[in-house]
């Protein structure tokens, strides 16, 4: 079936620095891609909708500057959490959609640790 | 904006028991989307509905999609200890295409004591 990979599966950074996670869809394309956070015992908070070739959109309260997506190919999306604090500490999901049909799968998820 | 209400936010039940969980909507959906994600993981698709009525089993699960397009449940029979998990109700309005985004429950929380 449909899988959707990410990268790292959990990193530590220092507060300050940035980090990039990958979201690939290893055997459909995807052109558009959904990047989620996720705090304890919550429900996916969708951050920002992730097109190929085109700007990102962002959800209403999510600063685009500091949560970098980028959508170059139709099997990869990456975000970029840049100047990271501590506060951004959390899981990040990432969902793609099978363009032949109507389902969405999700990747496995990315902790960020910011220490 | 669109709103899913899932219902019960947690249950702790013996195994060898049936389970049911529901989600309704203030506005109409045209897919539904059942997933369970177990701790320190990403959702997994469970059950995709697509059509008012439908009714769809995976196993010992159970999803229908209600008539009224606004309001989906998921039964789960003879439980087991690995279904512990948070499962995830998600709806979108479309009937066609995978791009728009998901409204997703706030997730039922289930327990299952050997």
């Known amino acids: 079936g449909a899988v959707v990979s990410q990268h790292p599966s959990r990193v530590i950074c220092k507060s300050g620095t940035s980090v990039k996670i990958e979201c690939r869809s290893l055997?459909?394309?995807?052109?558009?891609m959904f990047w989620y956070r996720q705090f304890p015992k919550q429900s996916l908070m969708l951050m920002a909708t992730?097109?190929?070739?085109?700007?990102?959109?962002?959800e209403q309260g999510v600063e685009k500057d500091k949560f970098l997506i980028n959508h170059a190919s139709l099997t990869l999306s990456t975000l970029t959490v840049t100047s990271a604090h501590p506060e951004d500490s959390s899981f990040y999901i990432c969902?793609?959609?099978?363009?032949?049909?109507?389902?969405?799968?999700f990747g496995e998820g990315s902790w960020l640790t910011v220490v | 904006g669109q709103q899913l209400n899932q219902s019960p936010q947690s249950m702790f039940i013996q195994e060898g028991e049936d389970v049911s969980m529901n989600c309704t909507s203030s506005?109409?959906?045209?897919?539904w989307l059942w997933y369970k994600q177990d701790p320190g993981e990403g959702p997994v698709l469970l059950i995709a509905?697509?059509?008012?009525?439908e009714l769809t089993s995976n196993g010992r699960l159970t999803a229908q999609f209600g008539i009224t397009r606004k309001d989906s449940f998921l039964n789960i029979s003879a439980s087991i200890p690995s279904d512990v998990g948070i499962y995830f109700c998600?709806?979108?309005?479309?009937?066609?295409?995978?791009?728009?985004?998901?409204?997703f429950g706030k997730g039922t929380l289930l327990t299952v004591n050997p």
């Open positions: 969902s793609a959609g099978d363009i032949s049909g109507n389902t969405i799968y």
């Open positions: 998600a709806g979108h309005p479309s009937s066609g295409g995978s791009n728009y985004k998901l409204t």
């Open positions: 055997d459909f394309q995807a052109t558009t």
């Open positions: 509905l697509y059509k008012a009525g």
């Open positions: 506005s109409i959906f045209n897919t």
């Open positions: 992730s097109n190929e070739g085109s700007k990102a959109t962002y």
